[in-house]
């Protein structure tokens, strides 16, 4: 199963996160609470995929992505946006991600999306 990094401003959507992957087999090895802090453990953590949130403090999700991906150009990233952003989504596809996901968090999308990030 796959290493994730959480990257969310969010302790409840962590936590749903976190227990969801944790459920499937999936091993979290860190949890950021902005961009910043989330390109930092990234860097630490060399994680098999990031679900990372666009909307944060200090540094969005999407100038987060820009910094993994010139950090490592093959990052799998599955954004995590709120319903109405869509040209942030499309932007984050645009720049790398692999996939996205739309809260609020369902179970089986997230987990065919974090499946088909690592695949």
Do not use: Q
């Not at 969801?20 to 860190?30: F, K, P, Q, R």
């Not at 790398?96 to 369902?106: E, F, M, Q, R, W």
């Amino acid at each position: 199963m796959a290493k994730v990094l959480i990257v969310d401003d969010s302790r409840t959507s962590r936590k749903i996160l976190r227990n969801l992957l944790e459920e499937a087999g999936h091993e979290i090895v860190s949890e950021a609470v902005n961009g910043d802090e989330g390109y930092l453990k990234y860097k630490e953590f060399t994680p098999d995929v990031v679900t990372m949130d666009i909307t944060m403090p200090r540094m969005d999700g999407i100038t987060a992505l820009e910094h993994i991906m010139a950090f490592d150009k093959n990052a799998r990233v599955v954004m995590i946006s709120a319903l109405g952003k869509e040209e942030l989504v499309k932007k984050s596809l645009l720049l790398g991600a692999k996939n996205y996901i739309v809260k609020p968090l369902d179970r089986k999308k997230v987990l065919e999306r974090i499946s088909s990030a690592v695949k």
